[in-house]
T-cell receptor, first 112, second 115 residues
Framework: LAKTTQPISMDSYEGQEVNITCSHNNIATNDYITWYQQFPSQGPRFIIQGYKTKVTNEVASLFIPADRKSSTLSLPRVSLSDTAVYYCLVGGMNTGFQKLVFGTGTRLLVSP | GAVVSQHPSRVICKSGTSVKIECRSLDFQATTMFWYRQFPKQSLMLMATSNEGSKATYEQGVEKDKFLINHASLTLSTLTVTSAHPEDSSFYIC???????????FGEGSWLTVV
């Protein structure tokens, strides 16, 4: 299972765009990249998933360069309620995708 | 709404007793579920893989006789903490994969406090 590295923490202000980068140098060909958000005393919540290039949904965008050794989660115009821990995970079905191994995550603090 | 539900959300038990936590997939079948443990301000730690109809697979360092996992149906996995001790106090979370799409959903988590 590919190991991921993220910044331990980030600070931002309301209304700003936040980009969280994750390194996954050992990503395998069949691995997908998935980001989760976790609030205190809650289970992780799925944010976005991608394989290559760019993926966008109603809450975030995910940018993946051609070599796929890193990925960037982009949160547009964050609000106070986006204060949470964000986890980047990689895995593929034939490498035990369901068996997610969590890294340290990035603790995002959004201030007024 | 939640697609994976855990019960109870909070439980307090006395040292030496056993406590069971349930994980249910609400509107889909899950042949495999996973159990995690999370201590305050730490990341999730995978404990075991729960396989429907067969024995669970435990991660290194997790005592299988202490953390009993039963996956008796395609929608229910249970984690029983036996002979609980205060150091077992933690946040326990389960996950299941919903197909098609292979999206993984997590339960709301269960706080266990052993006194």
């Amino acid at each position: 299972l590919a190991k991921t590295t993220q910044p331990i923490s980030m600070d931002s202000y309301e209304g700003q765009e936040v980009n969280i980068t994750c390194s996954h140098n050992n990503i395998a060909t069949n691995d997908y990249i998935t980001w989760y958000q976790q609030f205190p005393s809650q289970g992780p919540r799925f944010i976005i998933q991608g394989y290559k290039t760019k993926v966008t949904n109603e809450v975030a965008s995910l940018f993946i360069p051609a070599d796929r050794k890193s990925s960037t989660l982009s949160l547009p115009r964050v609000s106070l309620s986006d204060t949470a821990v964000y986890y980047c995970l990689v895995g593929g079905m034939n490498t035990g995708f369901q068996k997610l191994v969590f890294g340290t995550g990035t603790r995002l603090l959004v201030s007024p | 709404g939640a697609v994976v539900s855990q019960h109870p959300s909070r439980v307090i038990c006395k040292s030496g007793t056993s406590v069971k936590i349930e994980c249910r997939s609400l509107d889909f079948q899950a042949t495999t579920m996973f159990w995690y443990r999370q201590f305050p301000k730490q990341s999730l730690m995978l404990m075991a893989t729960s396989n429907e109809g067969s024995k669970a697979t435990y991660e290194q360092g997790v005592e299988k006789d202490k953390f009993l996992i039963n996956h008796a149906s395609l929608t229910l996995s249970t984690l029983t903490v036996t002979s609980a001790h205060p150091e077992d106090s933690s946040f326990y979370i389960c996950s299941a994969t919903r197909e098609p799409g292979n999206t993984i959903y997590f339960g709301e988590g269960s706080w266990l406090t052993v006194v």
